[in-house]
């Protein structure tokens, strides 16, 4: 059983439609994909009504992946099989999304400013209908050459945390997220925990308190984590009672992950929707959604 956890859709920032992102996921042979674009759930619907049209079983996981800040670290917490309808986290969900725009703008103009000749034409462009975000201006960097991949543009010297181009955002407390998830009936996982590449990581400390409030998991297996690291966060997650988690963060063409790179054990899987009340996985053309 193949079971990726993280992907995201022209919902948020990723390039497949959530339509395009369900039949790759069935191609690639998945038995069960989670969607979960950054801070919606717009692309939702889409999923769910592509799943008749597939010619084998897949499974869809509900879900999203919201941005906090932990004593001025940006990390991300993903949240699964949460009721999308639950009026105080569909408002915090909608207070980051509707700084998106203007953070983005703040961005554009800094990179200006800087002589890049980025336009907020330019980066809707690239956006379409997703909801914009630093990856559609890295792409917009792409585009004009000055950096060679949409990684790239995660530094310090363009748009990483605290970089030349770099605009803060609203964004949630990671204990106040569990809060929310957890009363809408969700499960939450700490995602790319470690992923040092894309700046400051919280500490280990941090991740025994937010275990202590309630965190279910850590994604252990990305392609952000070297083996040594996934090793040690996989003893953290033991040592803690915490789930262990492993997922693609596929992006369509704007990053080099791969669907189904990095998976979820059907255990692990099985855990997640036992915890889970506010929603139920989606089944696809071949049965009932499978638990484990």
């Known amino acids: 059983m193949r079971i990726d956890l993280h992907t995201h859709s022209t919902a948020s920032d990723g390039t497949d439609t959530p339509a395009q992102l369900i039949r790759r996921a069935a191609v690639e042979g998945l038995d069960v994909v989670a969607l979960t674009d950054h801070d919606t759930t717009r692309g939702?619907?889409?999923?769910?009504?592509?799943?008749?049209?597939?010619?084998?079983?897949?499974?869809l996981v509900t879900g999203a992946e919201l941005s906090c800040r932990l004593d001025g670290i940006s990390m991300h917490m993903l949240a699964y099989l949460f009721d999308a309808d639950e009026p105080e986290l569909l408002r915090q969900r909608e207070l980051v999304r509707d700084d998106r725009v203007p953070r983005a703008q703040g961005m554009v103009r800094k990179l200006q400013e800087l002589g890049a000749p980025v336009t907020w034409e330019q980066v809707a462009r690239i956006a379409g209908d997703g909801s914009v975000g630093r990856p559609h201006i890295a792409e917009a960097l792409v585009e004009l050459g000055l950096v060679?991949?949409?990684s790239?543009?995660?530094?310090?010297?363009?748009?990483?945390?605290?970089g030349r181009a770099y605009v803060a955002k609203h964004e949630l407390d990671p204990f106040e997220a569990i809060r929310l998830v957890k009363a809408a009936g969700g499960v939450t996982v700490f995602a790319h925990p470690a992923a040092a590449k894309r700046g400051r990581i919280v500490p280990e400390s941090a991740i025994a308190a937010l275990a202590s409030a309630g965190l279910d998991g850590i994604e252990v297996d990305h392609m952000d984590h070297e083996p040594a690291t996934r090793a040690r966060l996989r003893g953290l997650a033991g040592e803690l009672g915490l789930l262990a988690t492993g997922s693609s963060d596929y992006h369509g063409l704007r990053k080099t992950c791969v669907l189904g790179e990095f998976t979820t054990d059907p255990e692990v899987y099985g855990e997640i929707t036992r915890r889970a009340t506010g929603a139920f996985p989606v089944p696809g053309a071949g049965g009932p959604a499978r638990t484990a």
Do not use: K, M, N, Q
Not at 44 to 59: Q, V, Y
């Open 44 to 59: 939702h619907a889409e999923a769910i009504a592509a799943l008749p049209s597939l010619d084998r079983d897949l499974t």
């Open 152 to 162: 790239d543009a995660f530094t310090p010297e363009w748009l990483g945390d605290g």
């Open 148 to 150: 060679s991949s949409v």
